[in-house]
Each structure stands twice: as structure tokens, then as C-alpha cells.
């Protein structure tokens, strides 16, 4: 029997070739300028070779003023088309589909001059630093930014886009009440906070027809913050909205220790996935081709989100192929006798 990894997945028109997916991890190797540089082409396409099904870069911001951190790739300008463009079309030719995450830092925002925003003045752990609360206008023209850098997605052409509302970032800040203490319509019930995302994923869908996934903290390890039962009652707004599928990550707003283990958040996607009926990405220490098999077979999750092991390792899938007893395909340049048929 074909183990479940490596079967197919199809969302709308976009069929995956596996279950595995690069999850998106921050490089900071471009510049100023925001653009694809030629370790983006190399450290992506490498991972395409290596057959996952779904790769992520890493997140592209939406305004030059919500760096995660110095070098990220933009998407806030038509600019940055061609280059994403460029790198997508290299990454297709090695037969992986091809995720634009967007976001926005908002308080944990790093850029030198920049005085950070969120949905309160609330500073991240002990940072000197007080955000701006954004104003309802703010707010709006945020919300266009995420719908211009949807079209800028849909130009590049990618296949999946998924909005960032996790880690603490600015659309997290809004749905964690640790983040959030505002009392206009953007602050206090659970549907309040919701609405900046809301808003976000409507404006986007004006621009995108494709796959549409969304990224959450699924607990804030906090007492007071939001838990996965929490975002049971957002992933069923998040349905109601058309959104194909949650990334169930975790933490960011608040800096705490976190006991982490093997698919120590596997348990979020699970709860999310059955409770709701959504599909949901698991991550968070998958390493193993047996650990994302079991997740699969126990229907806790749809796809498996790999970050750090794809860095230790291209060929993550190859590997998890070889543990699972499967036969997947191989480009013929990584075969014995590759060099043979080649002549």
C-alpha cells in the first residue's frame, strides 16, 4: 500500500504531487529592495529537486515598514514581480507547486527608524519599544495592502497563498487578547478581534481565486490568550469565509518557554480539522517520515509542514520514502545510471 505522504492532494485546481510542504522560514538574504536574489533561486529550487510537493518561501512582506527582519523578501511593490515570477517558474519546472505567504510584522516589526504597530500600544515582552495603535484608517489601509500584494500573487504565479496570522505578528495581534485591548469594533469579543482578518481575507479573495490558506498561532502558551479551543471558533469563520485550509503553528505573543517534542503541535491541527471540518497543516518537529505517516493515517491532519529538517536536508522526502518502504520519483540526474539515459 502506498504510504499517505506520498498520494496526492488536490485543493480547488491545484493538485500537490505529495502530502509534504516546505513551511516558510525567514532567510533575511535580500536586501533593502526586498527583491529575489540568487540564493533564493538556488536554496528553493534545490528543495523542488528534493520532491516536496509544496514549497513555501519565506513569508513576503506587504509594506516595507513590517520587516520580520533585515533582508526579507517584499511583495509591496510591482517591482518585486518579476523576480517572484522568475522564481516561481524555476520551481514549477521541477515539479512542486509553489505557496505565497504574506504578512506583516506589525510590533515584533525589526527596521532601523521604524516605530512598530499593532492593534494596541502593548510592547512584545521587554522591548523599550511601545507600538503605535493603529487607527481605524490604518486599519483600512492595511487591509489594501494585503489585497494589492494578493494581485502582485496572482501575477508572480503562484499556485497557494496563505496570510500570516501567527507568531505575534500584526494580524495575530489582533486576535490574541493579550495583544488586543482595544474597545472599538476591533478589540474585545472574540468576533471583534476576528475582523481585521476578516476584513484582510475578503479584500484578498477580491484579487485570488486559488487555494487560500490561512497561518495561526493555535495557542499563545499564556494563560489569558487564545488556545486551540479558541481557534475552533475562528477556523469556523475562517470556513464560513472560504478559506481551504489552516497552518497550525503556535506561539509568539507572549515570550514564554515552551516545552517542545515530536508533533508537539499536532494536537491543534487535529482538534481543528475533526471539530470543524477544515482541512489543517500540521507542524512542529516532524521529522520523520513515520511521525508525518501517522498523522496522515490517523486523519489528524491533510498536509505536513516541514521547516527545519528541510534545512538539515533537501532531500527530506527521499529520505522519508526510504523509512516508509515507498517508491517515488526521482530526478533521473540522482540515479545510478542517471548519466547513461542522459547520453
Known amino acids: 500500500m502506498m504510504a499517505k505522504l506520498f498520494t496526492p492532494y488536490s485543493i480547488k485546481d491545484i493538485t500537490f504531487k505529495n502530502r509534504i510542504v516546505m513551511s516558510p522560514m525567514c532567510m533575511h538574504s535580500s536586501d ?4 529575489v536574489k540568487n540564493f533564493h533561486l538556488t536554496h528553493y529550487t534545490a528543495r523542488a529537486l528534493g520532491q516536496a510537493g509544496l514549497i513555501f ?6 509594506d516595507p515598514d513590517g520587516l520580520i527582519g533585515p533582508g526579507d523578501l517584499g511583495i509591496w511593490d510591482d517591482n518585486h514581480v518579476k523576480g517572484l515570477k522568475n522564481l516561481v517558474d524555476q520551481i514549477h519546472e521541477f515539479g512542486a507547486k509553489v505557496g505565497a505567504q504574506i504578512g506583516h510584522a506589525g510590533r515584533r516589526t525589526i527596521k532601523e527608524g521604524v516605530t512598530p504597530i499593532s492593534a494596541s500600544p502593548i510592547p512584545y515582552h521587554e522591548d523599550p519599544i511601545t507600538p503605535i495603535e493603529m487607527t481605524k484608517d490604518d486599519i483600512q489601509r492595511m487591509v489594501i495592502r494585503f489585497r494589492e500584494a494578493a494581485r502582485r500573487v496572482h501575477e508572480a504565479g503562484f499556485d497557494v497563498l496563505e496570510i500570516h496570522s501567527a507568531h505575534g505578528y500584526l494580524l495575530n495581534s489582533f486576535l490574541s487578547p493579550l495583544s488586543n485591548q482595544r474597545t472599538d469594533e476591533y478589540g474585545g469579543s472574540l468576533e471583534n478581534r476576528y475582523r481585521m482578518l476578516e476584513e484582510v481575507i475578503e479584500a484578498v479573495k477580491t484579487e485570488w481565486t486559488g487555494p487560500l490558506f490561512v497561518r495561526i498561532s493555535s495557542t499563545d502558551y499564556k494563560e489569558g490568550g487564545n488556545t486551540p479551543g479558541t481557534f ?9 469565509q472560504g478559506v481551504d485550509l489552516v497552518d497550525c503553528s503556535a506561539g509568539g505573543i507572549a515570550k514564554v518557554e515552551v ?6 503541535q499536532v494536537p491543534a491541527a487535529d482538534k481543528i480539522r475533526n471539530e470543524v471540518g477544515i482541512a489543517t497543516g500540521a507542524v512542529g518537529l516532524i521529522k520523520t517520515g513515520s511521525q508525518a505517516e501517522e498523522i496522515l493515517k490517523n486523519n489528524r491532519a491533510d498536509l505536513i509542514f516541514i521547516g527545519r529538517e528541510f534545512l538539515k536536508n533537501p532531500f527530506w522526502p527521499r529520505a522519508a520514502a526510504e523509512e516508509l518502504g515507498a517508491d517515488i520519483e526521482v530526478p533521473v540526474q540522482y540515479t545510478r545510471y542517471g548519466s547513461q539515459w542522459l547520453k
Request: no cysteine.
Open 259 to 264: 516545552d517542545k517534542y515530536p508533533n508537539y
Open 57 to 62: 518561501p519565506e513569508t513576503l512582506v506587504v
Open 32 to 35: 533593502e529592495s526586498g527583491e
Open 232 to 240: 475552533v471558533e475562528y477556523a469556523e469563520k475562517m470556513k464560513a
